[in-house]
């Protein structure tokens, strides 16, 4: 007789049992790096790479925590260490109290390469006004470092290595100066 209460009582437990077998979700950190490069810039925040003295200031504001910008971080580290005497260079997390700090003084809102104190550069050339801020070319990174390097030793600067090419750079909407 007590076969009809007990059935549903006993699917309704298998029903449960099944559920909690099920794979759980990702956390967020783990969705984040799902078919994504796991950001490399993380060992090197806020190290100064170069030499102190060094005539080239940079300082760049990245969204490390995602590797979106990290190509243009890993350029900046291969320039600093192939030419310490020129080029000093402090990786920032963006979302850090001293660079949100720095960035709030400048009127910076994104991801930026600020060398020697400013991210608005006129290299000369019909392409040669851009900003460094935001969605960012490692070529125009490259020809403002090559320029600030020129400036710094009176027309000596290093040869830089080739800056990374990105996929699809033409359709990256960049930020020009008019």
Known sequence: MHFPIVWPLAIAALAVGLSACQPTSTTGRQQLSVGKA?????????????????????????????????????????????????????????????????????????????????????????DGKFILEGPMDPQDVARALAAAGGEATGGKAPDLPKPPELPNIENMPKKRIP
């Open 38 to 126: 796991e950001p490399k810039l993380a060992a090197l925040l806020d190290c100064q790479l170069g030499d102190k003295e060094a005539p080239v200031r940079v300082v760049t504001f990245l969204p490390v925590s995602n590797a979106c910008q990290d190509v243009i971080g890993e350029y900046l580290v291969t320039v600093a260490r192939k030419f310490p005497s020129v080029y000093q260079v402090r990786i920032l997390a963006m979302k850090s109290p001293e660079a949100k700090e720095i960035m709030r003084a400048n009127g910076i809102r994104c991801a930026a390469v600020m060398i020697n104190g400013k991210t608005t550069f006129d290299v000369g050339g019909e």
